[in-house]
């Protein structure tokens, strides 16, 4: 009984392990899912887009396991989708990395504070999403970058908005049904 609690509660450095996998993993084949029926219904990558896929399972990650695992996933899953599959573009690639970083990083830390799981994830967007827009700026404007347009920081949000309200709605429940489906295991 209490050998399942502490497994949930503190993960071997194996399970960490296969599970930033398992999470990376996800990250570069779920939004391949969503291009492929937006390639089918004609929308193209906007489904891919609007819903954020390789966001869910980064955030579930850094819940469910902590920080750092949650921070290598968010890293390593737009650079490993880029290499595999050219997505997400080069001039998206870093910021994309960042953002996701921060997402995984910020939700593990969140991980054990007295909090509800929609703040979390809420606290965790709002990281991710400023410094992913604080990275563009700099890019425009420190840096003369111009593959970037700074005005890509409100079109994301409110293309992405279905994708956050959505993760608002599931990681609550995939959280409340592990952590049920654990106490039920006891």
Avoid at 94 to 102: Q, T
Wanted: hydrophobic letters at 55%; glycine letters at 8%.
């Amino acid at each position: 009984m209490t050998k399942t609690i502490k497994a949930i509660s503190t993960p071997t450095i194996k399970t960490k392990v296969l599970a930033t996998i398992l999470a990376t993993a996800s990250a570069v084949v779920l939004p391949q899912l969503f291009h492929v029926v937006g390639e089918i219904s004609g929308l193209g990558t906007a489904l891919g887009e609007t819903f954020l896929p390789m966001h869910l399972p980064v955030l579930m990650l850094g819940l469910l396991m902590g920080k750092y695992c949650g921070a290598v996933a968010g890293f390593a899953a737009p650079v490993i989708s880029f290499v595999l599959t050219g997505m997400p573009k080069v001039g998206l690639l870093p910021f994309m990395a960042i953002e996701l970083c921060a997402y995984g990083f910020v939700m593990g830390a969140l991980k054990d504070k007295k909090l509800p799981t929609s703040g979390k994830v809420l606290l965790s967007q709002f990281a991710g999403r400023l410094l992913r827009a604080v990275a563009i700026a700099l890019a425009v404007y420190a840096f003369d970058y111009t593959s970037l347009n700074i005005s890509i920081i409100w079109t994301s949000v409110v293309s992405g908005l279905p994708g956050l309200i959505l993760q608002w709605i599931l990681i609550p429940l995939i959280s409340f049904y592990v952590e049920t489906k654990a106490k039920n295991e006891c």
